[in-house]
């Protein structure tokens, strides 16, 4: 049986992130991780990027004084511009850097080069041991501890216990945690494409009838990442089209923004459901992430609401430790609850209503849509202030997402 402080259920972005931040603080880690290791090969070459996420400010504060920040960014793309409009109307908003004062509105960075480096820094720490490619047979928690027993017999008894094993988390269902979830009823299909046209560093995103397609810049000044999220049979239709049908399908529904796009990757979907725990704790089992919330992706918020999760825990840890106190203590893990709960709570509002308002389908509905995003395209203070939430400079942050970046 091995001993440790704390173990963590996942080895995604989230779950890598808080073994670094946890071991930075000279505690006992083990991760466990279903899935195979991060692929080494992905710090030293260019990206697949196959699957991307938007970081803001928040996050590249956290990467940085983590020390990946400076690596992950030569493969990244910084956009200083975003607009936004649907495909039949008026209704359109536009969003520049310079306007924010700030060098970008965010990072496109690829999401299994971000694993890569976090475990490549957390391969440094002796106090973290890692499991890949093992599942887990047994969880029992009691008053003191939880063990967890993985499929190589492996036995694991430790103080706290982290679920940051994703939408369908295996120690959520195990703990009986509450969930609440309704089906988008969407489905994304994501692709990497060549575009005719220069991207310019801007990030695109336009709602169609069907959903709302974005086009994400790369590196590389023609290329780009679609996420592309319209109702499940559209999606499917969509998918059955060959290649060359549906670049043609995707110029249209782009209105040509970028020219002619081909496909430069083969097309993978994924469905859209919002989850949320209604419950994040029992006793020494506590949630991060997509464990505890999905989004929908059209405001690419996603990774950055699971990164700020696992920082306000790993301070709240750090809190007790310098308190001589129990790591794991209920009253630390329901503060924990109660501060991260009501982030999650105002962006699966914002993100719900945002996207009815945006596919009613009534005349008036759009009349109202167009007026709206006119209005606020022409309110700088108002604008100012949504872009402050959503670049990671306003809200109630942990300590080290809010520390300014060192590097660019």
């Not at 991060?38 to 697949?48: L, N, V």
Request: aromatic fraction near 6%; charged fraction near 20%; glycine fraction near 6%.
């Amino acid at each position: 049986m091995q001993n440790t402080d704390i173990t963590i259920v996942g080895g995604g972005s989230a779950g890598l992130t808080l073994a670094l931040l946890l071991a930075r603080q000279q505690l006992r880690v083990v991760l466990v991780e279903k899935g195979p290791a991060p692929d080494s090969s992905a710090t030293d070459a260019q990206p697949g990027y196959q699957r991307v996420s938007a970081l803001n400010m928040a996050s590249r504060a956290l990467f940085t004084e983590l020390g990946i920040w400076p690596e992950l960014l030569r493969s990244a793309a910084a956009y200083i511009d975003m607009q936004v409009w649907e495909a039949d109307s008026f209704a359109k908003i536009s969003f520049a850097a310079a306007q924010q004062q700030v060098e970008a509105l965010g990072y496109i960075c690829d999401n299994e080069q971000i694993r890569s480096l976090l475990y490549q820094q957390l391969q440094q720490h002796s106090n973290v041991q890692c499991f890949f490619e093992v599942g887990i047979s047994q969880l029992k928690q009691g008053e003191r501890d939880v063990m967890l027993q993985l499929d190589n017999h492996e036995l694991i008894l430790s103080q706290l216990l982290v679920g940051a094993d994703g939408v369908n988390s295996f120690v959520r269902q195990h703990m009986q945690l509450p969930l609440t979830h309704w089906d988008y009823q969407h489905t994304a299909i994501v692709a990497k494409v060549r575009c005719t046209e220069a991207h310019q560093l801007t990030a695109r995103q336009v709602f169609l009838a069907s959903g709302p397609l974005a086009l994400l810049p790369l590196p590389e000044p023609d290329l780009c990442s679609i996420v592309w999220s319209a109702e499940t049979d559209e999606a499917r239709r969509l998918m059955e089209l060959d290649n060359s049908a549906f670049e043609h399908a995707l110029c249209a529904a782009s209105q040509a923004v970028l020219g002619p796009l081909t496909l430069q990757s083969e097309r993978q979907t994924f469905g859209l459901t919002m989850r949320y725990a209604s419950s994040w704790q029992r006793g020494r089992v506590v949630l991060v992430a997509d464990a505890a919330h999905s989004i929908h992706p059209l405001a690419g918020q996603g990774m950055n609401l699971g990164l700020m999760d696992v920082a306000a825990l790993a301070q709240l840890i750090g809190d007790q430790l310098a308190a001589g106190e129990d790591i794991a203590a209920t009253t630390m893990l329901r503060r924990y609850e109660r501060w991260r709960k009501a982030e999650a709570q105002s962006l699966i509002v914002a993100m719900e209503a945002f996207k009815r308002g945006f596919t009613a389908k009534a005349p008036l509905a759009k009349l109202i849509r167009g007026l709206g995003l006119v209005a606020v395209d022409r309110l700088p203070l108002l604008k100012q202030q949504l872009m402050a939430q959503a670049l990671g400079l306003k809200g109630d942050l942990p300590q080290l997402a809010q520390q300014p970046s060192r590097n660019s």
